[in-house]
């Protein structure tokens, strides 16, 4: 998304042929990893020491790896420049080539690993380029697939003569669930710069009944909120939405009327996922990994990981058969990675790259799993629209793509 922090090294995506990624190492943990709250203020950290500690705690973000070897390269510390760079490489993560021609004087020279595309989805439809800035997506249980626009801000749906819009007083459109036991459809309001007039977009959430598309149900959220993006219903009936520019985590129980803060300490929240047995939500932090929330005792913790596999850069996150599909647009090349959990649900025991630099990719974001297949939006260009949704250039349409799940 637009708002999202930008990146200290260029990174590109390269392509050579390679055989898939699997990580699959042991992972020795004695007791939960606790979540190290995070903020602006851990986000302007500059100092090597400190960039160390906060690469300590959070081990498996790539965003933390390059900002310690930026700050390496700054203080000429060739011990701690080398490990950031071979902790990147391990997690298959790339740099611009320009990048290791500057680093070079300090690390040496080295080959640029090249990683080779992983395609292994198919176009399914399309949303065409009128519908502008599609983002979020879900398919009812009939079949019919929505999406949420940004910049029309609206909700669509698709019908035998195309795409319609569905009448609802709304913002700009993010994230889309449905909630299968009640049959409504779940939608995430607010405005970001591509938002058309942005101070009469609706802020909160708004359900709908599926399958006549009425409103049921319009929760605001609280005051100082821009946007919920991403949101999920939990196995008890609560939803549960991120607020990724205030970076806030908001519980909504069934039939409540306002929302709930949790209190997590997270800078950039992004997709979230219910564990099944209802005890712990997911929540991707796009610059530090993925956190585990005890929605009884409302404490945090660190998914835990092998050190290969980075978890930030997160935005889609879903669960799906003791397994998490992460949806990272914020690492280079970007990917799609299912993360198998242990029994407990705190920690990672495999990581398996299921796509990555796809050729037809603009940038991959929110999914829905629809019968052991991960549907999902492969092209929704927030690079080319301004404020108030002025776009540079002309639009293309978006495809949603869909990935068999082996």
């Known amino acids: ?47 090597l020491a400190e960039l160390q500690r906060l690469a300590a705690d959070f081990p498996n973000s790539a965003t933390v790896q390059r900002r310690l070897l930026s700050s390496a390269f700054a203080a000429g510390d060739v011990v701690v420049a080398t490990a950031a760079l071979d902790r990147l490489e391990a997690m298959a ?23 080779a595309p992983i395609t292994a989805s198919t176009v399914l439809t399309e949303v065409p380029a009128k519908v502008r800035l599609a983002e979020g997506i879900a398919v009812g249980p ?24 569905v009448p ?29 007039k942005p101070d009469t977009a609706f802020v909160g959430l708004v359900a709908l009944s599926l399958p006549a598309l009425t409103e049921v149900a319009r929760v605001p959220a609280p005051d100082g909120v821009r946007a919920l993006n991403d949101l999920t219903v939990a196995p008890d009936g609560d939803v549960l939405a991120a607020d990724s520019m205030g970076g806030g985590l908001y519980r909504l129980e069934r039939d409540a009327t306002s929302l709930e803060r949790l209190p997590t300490g997270l800078r950039g929240p992004q ?19 993925i956190a585990v929330l005890d929605l009884e005792t409302r404490e945090a913790f660190r998914l835990v990981a092998p050190e290969s596999v980075a978890l930030d850069g997160t935005d889609g996150l879903l669960w799906h058969e003791g397994t998490l599909l992460a949806i990272q647009n914020g690492v280079r090349p970007m990917r799609i990675t299912r993360l198998t959990l242990d029994a407990d649900g705190r920690t990672v025991t495999r990581a398996d ?23 999902y939006v492969s092209r929704p260009q927030w690079e080319r629209f301004g404020p108030g949704g002025a776009v540079d250039g002309e639009p293309l349409a978006n495809p949603l793509r869909r990935l068999p799940l082996p």
Do not use: K, N
Request: aromatic share 10%; proline share 8%; hydrophobic share 40%.
């Open 1 to 47: 998304m637009s708002w999202r922090a930008g990146l200290a090294l260029g990174l590109v995506a390269c392509a050579r042929p390679a055989p898939p990624t699997v990580t699959s190492e042991p992972t020795p943990v004695t007791e939960p990893a606790v979540w190290r709250a995070v903020s602006a203020e851990t986000s302007a950290i500059t100092d």
């Open 93 to 115: 993560y790339t740099l611009q080539p320009d990048s290791y021609a500057a680093l070079a004087p300090l690390v040496g020279e080295r080959a640029r690993p090249e990683l």
């Open 142 to 165: 009939d079949g019919t697939r929505f999406v949420g626009s940004v910049v029309e801000r609206g909700l669509f749906r698709e019908v035998d003569a195309g795409w319609e819009r």
């Open 168 to 196: 609802v007083d709304t913002g700009s459109v993010f994230g889309l669930t449905v909630d299968a036991e009640r049959g409504w459809l779940w939608l995430a309001s607010g405005a970001v710069e591509p938002t058309p």
């Open 271 to 289: 997709g979230v996922a219910a564990h099944p047995s209802g005890r712990w939500a997911y929540w991707a932090d796009y610059g530090y990994g």
């Open 353 to 375: 790259t299921l796509e990555r630099a796809h050729p037809e990719w603009g940038e991959p974001t929110l999914g829905v799993i629809v019968e052991d297949a991960l549907v």
